[in-house]
Each structure stands twice: as C-alpha cells, then as structure tokens.
C-alpha cells in the first residue's frame, strides 16, 4: 500500500512570496489534516477535510493561508504572502475516518524555510 | 477547546531503565487517544492507540492505558533500548467532532548504553 505522498521536500523562499505544497493521501482515505510543525513544537493542525468538506480550519490564518481538496482526493495547500514565520515542517496526514478509525498516516513533509 | 499536555523534555535514560511519559488531556467531548512516535530523520508513525475508557494500547513494549477519570494516557516501558531514542507525542481525535486532531508539544527520549 503506497503511504502519504507529499511534494516538494523542501522549499526555500523569500518573504511576501507565494508557495504551494501538494499532498497524495492513502487510497481510500477520507479524512486528510494538513499540519505546521514549528521546531520543537507539535504539530498544529492547520485545516482537515472530511472527504470534500472542511472538518475544522479554526487555526488557519486564512488571510495568507489556503486549501483545497478537489475531489476528495489530492489537496494543496498555498501560502501567499508568506512571512517568516512561516518557516516550519508542513504536514500532511490522511485517515479512513470514522469513530474508531482517526489515526493517521503522515506523509515525509516538506519544509519550508521564508528568508 | 481540546488540548494535550505532556510532560517537559527531554528525558535521558540509560538502557533497561523503566520509561514513563505522562500525558492529560481535556476535550469537550469522547475523545480516541494515541501515541505517535518519530524517529531520528523518519516521519511520524502510529505507536498505540486507544479508543475507550480503560482500554489499553500496546506495541513494541509500550502500554498506555486510557483512563478517563484522571483524563490521562500515560506512555510506559518497562525497559528501554537505545533504539526507542525518538520523540513521541500524544494527541487524541474528538470523535463528536469528526475526529479533530490535537497534539501535544512532543517529548524527545534518549536512551544511553
């Protein structure tokens, strides 16, 4: 079974401009979280989508920050402007869903360093 | 909101010692509770899991069991290797909530010879 694919791996950009990062989840899968790992943190959930749908984004800053699951299947998510402190592992994570199937599959990330 | 707090890193055993890494939790409605673990230079990767009060999760020698009383989900070994050096990192899904994902900060374990 082919896991989480996720491009590109690594990224370097200047401030104010614009990237995007793609994600493949597992076949199958449902539910899909894209996430920002600061170094030395947990990963902050960003946005999950359930299929089409958008579970939660409440911690999307949706003035430079957005995503999109066509489909149901690949997402993107894009950055623009980006900032500083932007600078971060982005993760992207699928699940079946469903009360007893919410643990997730991580894709390698791909970070992303704002200079 | 729901949240996850774990206990302040970084922790440094030497091997076959007893591991215990502590992690509360609060949600607003039934959450299922994991343990994911991340490797030097590796993704993130399931480690355990539960989904109900009481149950217990294990794998690889690890155990956690879900103890909705305390809202806790406490990460055990009863002996280390060098090999389980890594970061592991609780969260739970909020199934009232489409499954929500919450982390926590992470714990990074070394484990001397």
């Known amino acids: 079974e082919a896991g989480v694919a996720q491009s590109p791996r690594y990224k370097i950009i200047e401030k104010r401009q614009s990237v995007a990062f793609w994600c493949n989840p597992i076949?199958?899968?449902?539910?899909l979280y894209w996430y920002q790992q600061i170094l030395g943190q947990g990963p902050k959930l960003l946005i999950q989508?359930?299929?089409?749908?958008?579970?939660?984004d409440s911690q999307l800053p949706k003035d430079r920050f957005s995503a999109e699951r066509l489909k149901g299947v690949d997402s993107t998510l894009k950055i623009q402007p980006a900032k500083l402190e932007d600078s971060a592992v982005y993760l992207c994570a699928s699940s079946l869903g469903g009360p007893r199937n919410y643990e997730q599959y991580f894709g390698p990330g791909t970070r992303l360093t704002v200079t | 909101g729901d949240s996850v707090t774990q206990m302040e890193g970084p922790v440094t055993l030497s091997e076959e010692a007893f591991l215990t890494i502590n992690c509360t939790y609060t949600?607003?409605?039934?959450?299922?509770l994991f343990w994911y673990v991340q490797y030097p230079g590796e993704g993130l990767q399931l480690l355990l899991k539960a989904t109900k009060a009481d149950d217990k999760g294990s794998n690889k020698g690890f155990e956690a069991t879900y103890r909705k009383e305390t809202t806790s989900f406490h990460l055990e070994k009863g002996s280390v290797q060098v090999s389980d050096s890594a970061v592991y990192f609780c969260a739970l899904s909020d199934r009232t909530n489409a499954g929500k994902s919450t982390f926590g900060d992470g714990t990074t374990l070394t484990v001397k010879p």
């Open positions: 949600a607003t409605g039934y959450p299922s």
């Open positions: 076949s199958g899968h449902a539910t």
């Open positions: 989508f359930q299929n089409n749908g958008v579970v939660d």
